[in-house]
């Protein structure tokens, strides 16, 4: 295996994202194949035992166990890096198993990590249920309140952690006035990326310290498999993430790695195109609908600072119907071709009502707490026709009465 023949990393770091994105990290076996090979390999072989012996000792560079690296895990990775511009990043099985890790590979017990309330409901039961279990202090507050995270530290806060646009309300959060905040008081800030990718919004710009990442959604993008990394700094990366991660083993499947890669030579194309398709529907939606939680549009209370942070708006808004529940569901039972569906970031239309699917289990009390209500609808904005998209949207609130 080597790196693309006659490049010079020098200069391959200079490339853009959506050059890193088709690019950054390709390696090619003796063969010179132009797509990334799989190597679908739990193990390695050695041609003599000072060589193994080397490698565990960290002496040779070379691969031992795929638990510790994979050569098509590792192109996603650097690739991943380079588009973040990170120092590191390690793929993992999933975008929880990345938001697990990148919590517990840093916290212990008589920690304290500030969280926002409005979050993916698996975020929430890490800060609810898990880490309290393990002694590891939380509290929750309303993310986009800049003055409710800085009454949230005690002498013990070691993480700050947070998505932006948050899932499903579309809370927006100052990432350079929380991230800065975090670092002044020597707490570490993990920014969970799902919504936009470094296709549209890069946090360590902003003075993030740790990316989480869900590349299930627009990485893949187009639904198949389930994927996360951790980026940050080579020190975080090696030294805290890396001990958690070869002996807990949340580790990403080569074939799913594989996977990603081809997602991510579409992915600035395909965030680019649903952010303008969601822009146009929900144009087309508002005042139509009693409330739109649309980062794109300007009645979003954050709309200046999200277009700040953000390359464009993104696939993703929630709006809320005053009908509760049954008028919500009337508008999901009459859609032709945006299909019902609790995923995001995928190239077909799809939507969700959060309180009945992915903020069920979290209860009504925590729901009200983070504003998900019982009208409340979520949609991501595919690559179909947008007039496709808006006929359907235009026939299916005509028939929930609206
Ligand atoms: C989907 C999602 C996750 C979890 O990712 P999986 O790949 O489904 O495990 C975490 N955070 C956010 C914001 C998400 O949208």
């Known amino acids: 295996m080597k790196k693309t023949t006659g490049m010079n990393r020098e200069i391959t770091r200079t490339w853009r994202p959506a050059t890193q994105a088709i690019?950054?990290?390709t390696w090619r076996s003796e063969h010179g194949e132009t797509s990334e090979?799989?190597?679908?390999?739990?193990?390695y072989t050695y041609d003599d035992a000072a060589t193994v012996a080397a490698r565990f000792a960290g002496d040779d560079p070379g691969m031992t166990y795929s638990r510790l690296q994979n050569p098509t895990v590792a192109m996603l990775e650097e690739r991943i890096a380079l588009m973040e511009g990170a120092e590191a990043c390690r793929a993992q099985a999933s975008g929880m198993a990345a938001m697990t890790a990148a919590l517990l590979c840093q916290l212990s017990a008589g920690d304290h990590c500030v969280a926002a309330r409005a979050a993916f409901g698996s975020c929430r039961?890490?800060?609810?249920?898990l880490l309290p279990r393990f002694g590891i202090e939380t509290t929750v507050i309303d993310s986009a309140d800049d003055a409710a995270w800085e009454a949230a530290i005690r002498p013990n806060t070691k993480v700050f952690f947070f998505e932006t646009p948050a899932n499903p309300t579309l809370d927006i959060v100052d990432i350079a006035h929380v991230c800065a905040l975090a670092r002044s008081h020597g707490i570490v800030s993990v920014v969970d990326n799902a919504f936009c990718s470094a296709?549209?919004?890069?946090p360590l710009e902003f003075g993030a310290d740790v990316i989480a990442?869900?590349?299930?959604?627009?990485?893949?993008?187009?639904?198949?498999?389930?994927?996360?990394?951790?980026?940050g700094t080579s020190d975080f990366i090696n030294e805290k993430?890396?001990?958690?991660?070869?002996?807990?083993?949340?580790?990403?499947?080569?074939?799913?790695?594989?996977?990603?890669?081809k997602g991510l030579e579409t992915l600035s194309l395909r965030a680019h195109r649903q952010s303008e398709n969601a822009l146009k529907l929900g144009q087309f939606m508002e005042g139509r609908v009693p409330v739109m939680l649309h980062p794109g549009l300007a009645s979003h209370p954050r709309h200046e600072l999200a277009m700040r942070q953000m390359d464009a708006c993104g696939p993703i808004f929630s709006l809320v119907v005053d009908g509760g529940r049954a008028q919500a569901h009337a508008l999901l039972d009459a859609l032709?071709?945006?299909d019902i569906s609790n995923n995001i970031g995928d190239s077909r239309s799809l939507m969700c009502h959060p309180a009945s699917t992915t903020h069920a289990a979290m209860g009504e009390e925590a729901r009200a707490e983070m504003g998900v209500s019982e009208g409340m609808l979520r949609i991501n904005v595919g690559l179909e026709d947008i007039d496709d998209l808006i006929e359907d949207m235009d026939r299916a609130l005509t028939a929930a009465g609206m």
């Open 241 to 261: 993430l890396l001990p958690f991660q070869r002996n807990t083993g949340p580790n990403l499947a080569p074939f799913n790695a594989w996977v990603v890669l």
């Open 336 to 338: 032709e071709l945006i």
């Open 199 to 202: 296709a549209l919004q890069r």
């Open 213 to 231: 990442y869900s590349a299930t959604k627009l990485m893949d993008g187009q639904g198949r498999v389930l994927a996360g990394a951790v980026c």
């Open 37 to 43: 090979a799989l190597f679908l390999t739990s193990g």
């Open 125 to 129: 039961w890490l800060v609810d249920h």
């Open 23 to 25: 690019r950054g990290g």
